[in-house]
């Protein structure tokens, strides 16, 4: 079993920035994907950014070149940098850890805000 515990969330302007941060604990693989998910009020959870453990990343559209995801393996912890921030990148904004054989754990989840 692994533990997420996210940090970093909060209310900013349009425009602005926050960095998220999720330190995990617990049983870690070596080979794992790490990602960052949200669910905006009425809509689905949907994946914002993935990192496997070699360090290739993956972004849905909406997020690219305003999100950088990064990981320190040596810290078990991921990271989120998210820039230029819009009113629609509202969500609580969960921490997710998938090891090789498929198995899911997520974090409690962090409310990220933004005013226009």
């Known amino acids: 079993q692994v533990q997420l515990v996210e940090s970093g969330g909060g209310l900013v302007q349009a425009g602005g920035s926050l960095r998220l941060s999720c330190a995990a604990s617990?049983?870690?693989?070596?080979?794992?994907?790490m990602g960052w998910y949200r669910q905006a009020p009425g809509k689905q959870r949907e994946l914002v950014a993935a990192i496997g453990s070699s360090g290739i990343t993956d972004y849905v559209d909406s997020v690219k070149g305003r999100f950088t995801i990064s990981r320190d393996n040596a810290k078990n912890t991921l990271y989120l940098q998210m820039d230029s921030l819009k009113p629609e990148d509202t969500a609580v904004y969960y921490c997710?850890?998938?090891?090789?054989?498929?198995?899911?754990?997520w974090g409690q989840g962090t409310q990220v805000t933004v005013s226009s």
């Open positions: 997710s850890y998938q090891d090789r054989y498929s198995r899911r754990s």
């Open positions: 617990g049983s870690i693989f070596t080979s794992n994907t």
